[in-house]
């Protein structure tokens, strides 16, 4: 058995059967049918907002012992494979964290020469025949981000970018830190963001990833996005 064997944990035994989310005890004004697997709010912040919530939650679900999986690269390499297929791993790239639970995996990776966060989402919305509303929920600029969120958006702008062999929906945004933390803490914490719907175009899913470069100024570049892109298969 070779070591990247012995690193790989089964799906059935790691991943979560997919469950419907609670949050809170507030129902939003609409629903139709099943929806997003994510109150709304959260899809008004960039990846950083995302990603705590999700780490705290699969500490609280989970538990610390378990919680070292997610920072394994060896076991979580494999799985961002299945979602967005590559022959070898990215040269430059740290993979951060992986996490799957209720239905949604998320990928962080770090570019370790650009200085900039890769995070990948994957919700499986098989069971629900409006996967479109999820993406137009996140791909949405008049989403508002609420008082209570830390870090939120801004200047959202909505465009297309030809990746690959169609044009892929993409949104510019810059994320803001509110209030928590030093001034320096805030500046690491906003910046810059791109944002890219990927998802192929006979899955019932929703798969995109997002671009951001802590304490930027300057928009992230349509040349960087479409380098990242092309390690990986797109249809």
Excluded at 30 to 37: E, I, N
Excluded at 96 to 101: A, E, H, L, R
Aim: proline share 6%; aromatic share 12%; charged share 30%.
């Amino acid at each position: 058995m070779t070591e990247e064997e012995e690193h790989v944990i089964p799906d059935e035994v790691e991943r979560l059967p997919d469950t419907e989310l609670e949050w809170g005890g507030e129902e939003p004004v609409s629903k139709k049918k099943r929806g997003c697997l994510l109150p709304t709010w959260l899809w008004a912040c960039g990846g950083g907002c995302l990603l705590l919530t999700l780490l705290i939650g699969a500490g609280l679900f989970w538990g610390v012992g378990q919680v070292k999986n997610l920072v394994d690269p060896e076991v979580q390499w494999p799985r961002l494979q299945k979602v967005l297929p590559f022959d070898e791993r990215p040269e430059g790239m740290q993979m951060i964290t992986g996490m799957q639970m209720f239905g949604m995996e998320n990928y962080t990776l770090m570019d370790l020469e650009r200085g900039l966060q890769i995070s990948v989402y994957y919700f499986d919305d098989s069971d629900s025949s409006d996967a479109d509303d999820s993406r137009w929920t996140f791909f949405d600029p008049e989403q508002e981000t609420t008082s209570a969120s830390m870090i939120g958006r801004a200047n959202e702008e909505l465009g297309m970018l030809r990746i690959g062999s169609r044009d892929r929906k993409v949104m510019r945004f810059t994320q803001e830190n509110f209030s928590f933390g030093s001034e320096e803490m805030k500046k690491q914490a906003s910046g810059p963001c791109i944002a890219v719907d990927v998802t192929p175009e006979d899955s019932p899913g929703f798969l995109f990833v997002v671009f951001f470069e802590p304490g930027g100024e300057l928009e992230i570049p349509d040349d960087y996005v479409l380098s990242f892109f092309e390690d990986f298969f797109l249809d």
